[in-house]
């Protein structure tokens, strides 16, 4: 069965805590992203990755961390500085080295209280 | 120079009704436009995409119309269902530069019966 598995699907921390979200594609795709989407503002890009072992800063990095050891992975870490976590986070993949097709994942919520 | 601009926000159409979703950039670098479609819950959708080579592009109740001098493409969806009722995104992209898709901000669609 291919496909993007995000996993869990719900999370729940409390504040000053770092998680990590994991993000796991079986397409042999090369590039790989991570959104955060909050309502109204659409799917705003954190980090992207075109190839194993290397990534690059999207608009709102700030807060995030990602490693990409694997062609198949590519973990979030939202650390305690994010300053407003709770959100929506989508990850992607995509065929091409870095644009083009995406294909996402069902998402996880993350909730911070 | 970055942003895609969408409109409407929000679009409510009767059944049976077409609706008609707006997009305009500036960077005339963008060489890949796709629209997705987003249910409450879930990952977006990769629905329908295109290139600046061709001015149309239609998938079974799914048009885009791009117009490159005017920097605008539009979705159009033919004999609408409720089952179209969702968030659509338009977003673009460019190889060349080597940008990752950029976002509008969605529109919500509902298609009353």
């Known amino acids: 069965d291919g496909g993007i598995t995000q996993s869990p699907k719900y999370l729940f921390r409390k504040e000053g805590q770092n998680v990590t979200l994991s993000c796991e594609q079986n397409?042999?795709?090369?590039?790989m992203y991570w959104y955060r989407q909050d309502p109204g503002q659409g799917l705003r890009l954190i980090y992207y990755?075109?190839?194993?072992?290397?990534?690059q800063k999207g608009d709102i990095a700030e807060g995030y961390s990602v490693s990409r050891e694997k062609k198949e992975s590519f973990p979030l870490t939202v650390t305690s500085a994010q300053k407003n976590p709770t959100a929506f986070y989508l990850c992607?993949?995509?065929?091409?080295?870095?644009?083009?097709?995406?294909?996402f994942g069902p998402g996880t919520r993350l909730t911070v209280t | 120079q970055q942003q895609v601009k969408q409109s409407p926000q929000s679009l409510i159409v009767q059944k049976g009704g077409i609706s008609i979703i707006n997009c305009a950039y500036e960077?005339?670098?963008?060489?890949?436009f796709p629209w997705y479609q987003q249910f409450p819950g879930k990952g977006p959708a990769l629905l329908i995409a295109?290139?600046?080579?061709?001015s149309e592009k239609k998938e079974g109740r799914f048009t885009i119309s791009f117009n490159k001098s005017a920097k605008q493409f539009s979705l159009h969806i033919m004999d609408s269902q409720p089952g179209d009722s969702a968030t659509y995104f338009c977003?673009?992209?460019?190889?060349?530069?080597?940008?990752?898709?950029?976002f509008g901000k969605g529109t919500t669609l509902s298609v009353s019966s």
């Open positions: 992607a993949s995509g065929p091409t080295g870095g644009t083009d097709e995406q294909y």
């Open positions: 397409l042999n795709h090369d590039a």
């Open positions: 990755s075109q190839i194993v072992n290397d990534f």
């Open positions: 960077n005339t670098a963008f060489d890949y």
């Open positions: 295109i290139r600046p080579d061709v």
């Open positions: 977003a673009a992209s460019s190889k060349q530069a080597g940008t990752a898709l950029i």
